[in-house]
């Protein structure tokens, strides 16, 4: 039996995560879930973030730049962001019910696993009939306090973002959501999980999106050795650590002017806690950092990606947008030997002339730097039940 289920995942392309979606959800599984749902509007966020959309604005795009008007950006309402219990209890099972998937293969659990901070550890991932993925699928830590999201920052909210890979053709295949709406009101373990999220059982696209996105809005990182030793200026750390640290902040690899503050993401607009100054280019929370002479891809614009956070990092290889570096130490040496001088190269990697300005670091300071982000691995995160697949058994 055993080798027949292998032979018949094989012929699906889904063989490595058959063992997965054998215990997420079918129609014999039903998600095992508490009483009393979990805290998941108490958010652990780093020392002095706050959710992007307390800030109730957000700086207006049209075609990927700022809209200004008399030298002053205008802004847009956000809203605020509040999770709620129950909501994100419901989110919970969406994100892990294969039933969201065409075909019932695919789950968002299925290229987002917990272990690796919400990666998958490959290169591309499998989405439903085997097709695979154009990019890297990111990890998720933090997103509530980040403004733009996928590689190529399209979305500025989890809201926007929630559907869009279960409609994708690729990823989940469901491109027809009333059929999605169907399939949810034919399941009989929605019907209560609806009710205690929104009063009534009715399943509609704006509630599978808001529980969606409270869900993943709540997966919050702050216990990690870093934040630790911000209590302690840094005991804690090996006196390598602490000298990875001090490069990453200083001004000469200026690594914190792209992934700044506490949760090392991109200081990208006004929901920004620390307080972006807007005057350089990553307010799309994007950019160029000299991969190729030519993308194929081109992201946002002219070869210009998501900043992501580098929070959990060491758990979320391999890493850019096409997974071409396998390790943190090849991540590394691409900023201090391999920038490629790009016409449109962040300013931050050039000397000012339009030359590429490479970091040349040494072996120890390579070491170092990889030591002190490591130091960024939340193990509670990880294991944490409030995240884990309810379709377990």
């Not at 079918?26 to 959710?51: C, M, Q, S, W």
């Not at 500025?156 to 295949?173: A, F, R, W």
């Not at 900043?307 to 900023?335: A, Q």
């Amino acid at each position: 039996m055993i080798r027949l289920i292998s032979i018949i995942c094989l012929m699906v392309g889904l063989l490595y995560s058959c063992a997965d979606n054998a215990t997420v959800s079918g129609d014999e599984l039903k998600p095992i879930l508490p009483a009393v749902p979990f805290a998941y509007d108490g958010l652990r966020l780093p020392k002095g973030t706050n959710p992007a959309g307390v800030t109730n604005r957000n700086i207006k795009f049209i075609n990927g730049q700022p809209v200004m008007i008399n030298g002053q950006f205008v802004f847009e309402p956000v809203g605020n962001v509040t999770i709620k219990p129950w909501v994100a209890t419901l989110g919970r099972v969406l994100f892990y019910d294969t039933k969201l998937s065409l075909n019932n293969t695919i789950a968002c659990g299925s290229c987002h696993h917990q272990e690796k901070a919400f990666a998958d550890g490959l290169q591309f991932s499998t989405g439903f009939e085997g097709r695979i993925t154009g990019r890297n699928s990111m990890g998720i830590t933090n997103p509530i306090v980040q403004n733009n999201l996928f590689w190529d920052s399209r979305s500025k909210t989890l809201h926007d973002l929630s559907l869009q890979p279960v409609q994708n053709h690729i990823e989940m295949g469901m491109e027809n959501i009333s059929r999605l709406i169907e399939k949810l009101e034919n399941t009989a373990y929605y019907k209560p999980l609806f009710n205690k999220a929104f009063g009534t059982e009715q399943v509609t696209p704006e509630r599978i999106s808001t529980a969606l996105s409270q869900f993943v809005g709540s997966i919050t990182s702050n216990r990690s050795r870093f934040d630790q030793g911000l209590n302690n200026n840094f005991a804690n750390l090996t006196e390598l650590e602490r000298l990875g640290n001090d490069i990453f902040h200083s001004d000469r690899a200026k690594c914190s002017t792209c992934h700044g503050g506490n949760n090392f993401s991109a200081l990208d607009g006004p929901g920004d806690p620390y307080g972006g100054d807007f005057s350089g280019q990553d307010l799309r929370g994007a950019t160029n950092i000299g991969l190729d002479l030519e993308y194929k891809d081109k992201g946002l614009n002219n070869g210009k990606f998501k900043i992501p956070s580098l929070r959990n990092i060491d758990l979320t290889k391999p890493y850019m947008h096409d997974g071409r570096f396998k390790t943190l130490e090849e991540v590394v040496e691409h900023y201090s030997s391999g920038i490629k001088q790009h016409r449109d190269l962040d300013s931050k990697f050039t000397d000012g002339k339009g030359n590429v300005k490479q970091l040349n670091l040494t072996h120890l300071e390579k070491k170092a730097l990889v030591a002190f982000l490591k130091t960024l691995t939340d193990s509670e995160m990880i294991s944490d039940p409030k995240w884990s697949n309810p379709f377990k058994q």
